[in-house]
């Protein structure tokens, strides 16, 4: 079976108008679909538009719920806290950043949480916004409402979290841009287990436990049973990294954690906790922009291995497979993509419109 390559403009009206079949309001849809489309176009498929599918269920089943604002259930001055009630987190959290971004003018450091949004996607979109508008950012975000837990604790072979994304933004500089690292705490994020499954890949490495416990390189035994788990990042400190954006994410949000109390329906409920500092606060501009410049210099000045590519910032490899998907178009494994047109289908798309879109 061959791929599908598709131009990023055609693969953003498909996904507005599966959004809005799905019932989104016109701004809604055109909100989730610029970040599915984004987070293709940086390279990172995994919370791309091949969420569709799985959005489309959530939908159906109401662990997913269109039309949902960014709900203030917290303002406190520095402190501004909001409620997600299953909306769209790509949704929710724009709004509430918003929000912050104005706020952070007069008190130079924000505090922002929501709780309880579906899944906010690819994390590194607030990074960039954040940024963007000149402030640095310390994103954490945990996972729950999902049937089973995704990684295992360091020394443990079931798991015991979601994938836990940190992101880290600081702003541009005078020439370097914006510094932006967004990851999951697991080796892989689980997407990407999605989407090498269904590509018929397995990965280079063993980011994965099986059900036994063995660490092993193939995908099914994230969506085949016995299922396994995914492996915390960088041993015992990724372990603890893990553990501490459960607590810093599910706690502070007040959106809970993992453990098994809580029902769990099925969906990716995500709870975000962001701290937001405007530099200008606690520094001159001049001074941080020059500063910035230099470091990333002399960081990239580190010669790199023949025949390697040179030293990187965290947010470059996206820019640049930006640019590449732009003008190449953006490619899909033809069951990933066989996936995306059912789930169209079964949102209510015409398929006359499917034809003309797809
Ligand atoms: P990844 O392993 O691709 O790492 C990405 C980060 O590493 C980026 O900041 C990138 O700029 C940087 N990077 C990559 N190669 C580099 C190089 N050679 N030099 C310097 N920096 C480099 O990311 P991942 O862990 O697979 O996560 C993928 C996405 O999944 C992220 O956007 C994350 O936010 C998202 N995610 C979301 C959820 C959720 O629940 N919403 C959960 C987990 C992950």
């Not at 997600?84 to 959290?93: A, I």
């Not at 400190?237 to 954006?245: D, F, N, P, Q, Y």
Request: charged share 20%.
């Amino acid at each position: 079976m061959t791929d599908t390559r598709i131009a990023a403009a055609r693969l953003e009206a498909l996904a507005h108008a599966l959004l809005s079949a799905l019932g989104s309001a016109p701004d809604e849809a055109a909100v989730v679909a610029r970040h599915l489309l984004e987070a293709n176009l940086r390279g990172h498929d995994s919370h791309g538009v091949g969420m569709l599918p799985f959005y489309v269920d959530s939908c159906r089943a109401g662990t997913l719920v269109p039309n949902q604002p960014a709900r203030l259930s917290n303002d406190a001055g520095a402190i501004l806290q909001f409620a997600g009630d299953r909306g769209y987190g790509q949704r929710v959290v724009m709004e509430a950043l918003d929000l912050a971004i104005e706020r952070v003018k007069s008190t130079g450091i924000v505090l922002t949480t929501v709780s309880q949004s579906h899944h906010m996607g690819r994390i590194g979109t607030y990074g960039e916004r954040l940024a963007e508008a000149g402030l640095v950012a310390l994103l954490f975000v945990n996972v729950t409402d999902f049937p089973k837990a995704l990684v295992a604790p360091f020394g443990g072979s079931a798991a015991r979290f979601g994938t836990n994304p940190i992101c880290i933004a600081f702003p541009a500089g005078n020439v370097e841009p914006a510094f932006v690292l967004d990851f999951a705490t697991s080796m892989v994020a689980y997407g990407k287990t999605r989407v090498a499954y269904l590509a018929g890949r397995h990965f280079d490495e063993a980011v994965m436990l099986d059900a036994a416990g063995h660490p092993t390189a193939d995908p099914k035994v994230m969506w085949e049973e016995p299922k396994g788990a995914l492996r915390p990042i960088a041993e015992h400190k990724g372990g603890g990294l893990v553990t501490a954006v459960e607590f810093l994410a599910g706690l502070l949000s007040s959106g809970g954690t993992f453990q098994p109390a809580h029902p769990r329906a099925g969906g990716i409920v995500n709870n975000l906790t962001a701290v937001i500092i405007d530099p200008a606060r606690v520094a001159g501009t001049a001074w941080l922009r020059a500063e910035y410049d230099a470091m990333a210099d002399y960081i990239r000045s580190s010669p790199s291995p023949e025949g390697a590519p040179p030293v990187m910032l965290a947010g470059e490899p996206e820019r640049q497979r930006r640019a590449q998907r732009l003008e190449e178009g953006l490619t899909f494994s033809a069951n990933e993509w066989a996936g995306i047109l059912e789930a169209a289908r079964r949102a209510g798309v015409a398929e006359a419109d499917l034809a003309d879109l797809a």
